[in-house]
């Protein structure tokens, strides 16, 4: 560790799902996943970590200035430490744009932006892949989320080819002849845990998600995907009667570039910037106005800042 560095901030872009197949039979952690389809937005965490020295560990997390259990956070953290053999006091802020629990990939931002300080700190020749691999193994194992890590890595919107880790999981970027802004509404109300683990859950997605998946891979343009991502949410039977309402509401009004966010009850809009404050108060009368954010893809991914 260098010894004269103490404090270190990255930042990790949020990210959307809109439809993905289940690969988690592997062994290892690293090599589990998702394959399927979303993109990065500018709306993220950044993440300061600070350590000071003592004999035993200690760690705390904050979310937006209030203390919180994180456990995605704190796997990151104790798997670091115990690889590198330290204890110390380490404190986690996290300063983020993104709610939890509603599906716009906040576990794996504050995962990875974490992964990337602490890693820095501890291990200054630590790539960015090796740094994103802990934050990878931490969504997994605490069953928070498949493919997030590895599309935050890359940024923009992204075909996941093959599970993993970033270094194991393979990614392709869809072109986009104009970068979009996007409206996301969103809530708590699906838990991606009791998704990822109920089995009939898990075999009705991946017999609808694994054609699809490979109907994108196909023809990988967003229009590809925003149809094939309303199809997933569709045939799954994973649409809330809230996020079918509000689709439609959005496509009689022209914004056919829709759909439901993966996982959550919560939605996605894609559109031209002069067309955002429509879009916003046509959710506003599905979401409450705290519920409703304005953002644009991330052509970035994770990274110290």
């Given at each position: 560790?260098n010894?004269?560095?103490?404090?270190a901030?990255?930042?990790?872009?949020?990210h959307?799902?809109?439809?993905?197949?289940?690969?988690?039979?592997?062994?290892?952690?690293?090599?589990?996943?998702?394959?399927?389809?979303g993109?990065s937005v500018?709306a993220g965490t950044a993440t300061?970590v600070?350590v000071?020295?003592?004999?035993?560990r200690?760690?705390?997390?904050?979310?937006?200035?209030e203390i919180i259990h994180?456990p995605?956070t704190?796997?990151?953290?104790?798997?670091l430490l115990?690889?590198?053999n330290r204890n110390m006091k380490?404190?986690?802020q996290?300063?983020?744009?993104?709610?939890?629990?509603v599906g716009?990939?906040?576990s794996g931002?504050g995962?990875l932006s974490?992964?990337i300080?602490?890693?820095?700190?501890l291990?200054?020749?630590?790539?960015?892949?090796?740094?994103?691999?802990?934050?990878?193994?931490?969504?997994?194992?605490?069953?928070?989320?498949l493919?997030?890590?590895?599309?935050q890595?890359?940024?923009g919107?992204?075909?996941?080819l093959?599970?993993?880790?970033?270094g194991v999981?393979?990614i392709?970027?869809i072109s986009?002849?104009?970068m979009?802004?996007?409206?996301l509404?969103?809530?708590?109300?699906?838990e991606?845990r009791?998704?990822?683990?109920?089995?009939s859950?898990?075999a009705?997605?991946?017999?609808v998600?694994?054609a699809?998946?490979?109907?994108?891979m196909?023809?990988?343009?967003?229009e590809t995907?925003?149809?094939?991502s309303?199809?997933f949410?569709?045939?799954t039977?994973l649409?809330?009667?809230r996020v079918e309402?509000?689709?439609?509401?959005?496509?009689s009004?022209?914004f056919g570039a829709?759909s439901?966010?993966?996982?959550?009850?919560?939605?996605?809009c894609l559109?031209?910037?002069?067309?955002?404050?429509l879009?916003?108060?046509?959710l506003?009368?599905?979401w409450?106005?705290?519920?409703?954010?304005?953002?644009s893809i991330a052509?970035?991914?994770?990274?110290?800042?």
């Open positions: 560790m010894s004269r560095l103490k404090k901030r990255a930042f990790a872009p949020g959307i799902t809109g439809l993905f197949e289940i690969h988690d039979g592997h062994a290892d952690p690293l090599h589990r996943g998702s394959v399927g389809a993109f500018t300061t600070t000071a020295k003592q004999a035993t200690e760690i705390i997390v904050e979310y937006n200035d994180a995605v704190r796997t990151v953290v104790e798997r115990s690889q590198h380490v404190r986690v996290h300063e983020s744009a993104l709610p939890i629990g716009f990939g906040a931002a995962a974490t992964a300080s602490l890693g820095h700190i291990n200054n020749d630590l790539t960015l892949e090796g740094a994103a691999r802990y934050a990878h193994y931490a969504e997994i194992t605490n069953h928070t989320g493919g997030d890590v590895l599309a890595v890359a940024g919107f992204e075909i996941r093959k599970p993993g880790a970033p999981g393979e392709m970027n986009s002849s104009s979009p802004h996007v409206v509404a969103g809530a708590t109300g699906l991606t009791n998704f990822l683990t109920d089995m859950w898990r009705r997605i991946n017999e998600g694994g699809l998946v490979k109907r994108v196909s023809n990988p343009t967003v995907f925003v149809a094939c309303r199809e949410a569709n045939e039977g649409m809330t009667e309402s509000a689709l439609a509401d959005l496509s009004l022209g829709s439901m966010v993966m996982l959550g009850d919560s939605v996605f559109c031209a910037k002069s067309d955002t404050a879009a916003v108060k046509i506003s009368d599905h409450n106005s705290s519920e409703i954010m304005t953002t052509n970035q991914g994770g990274r110290l800042v």
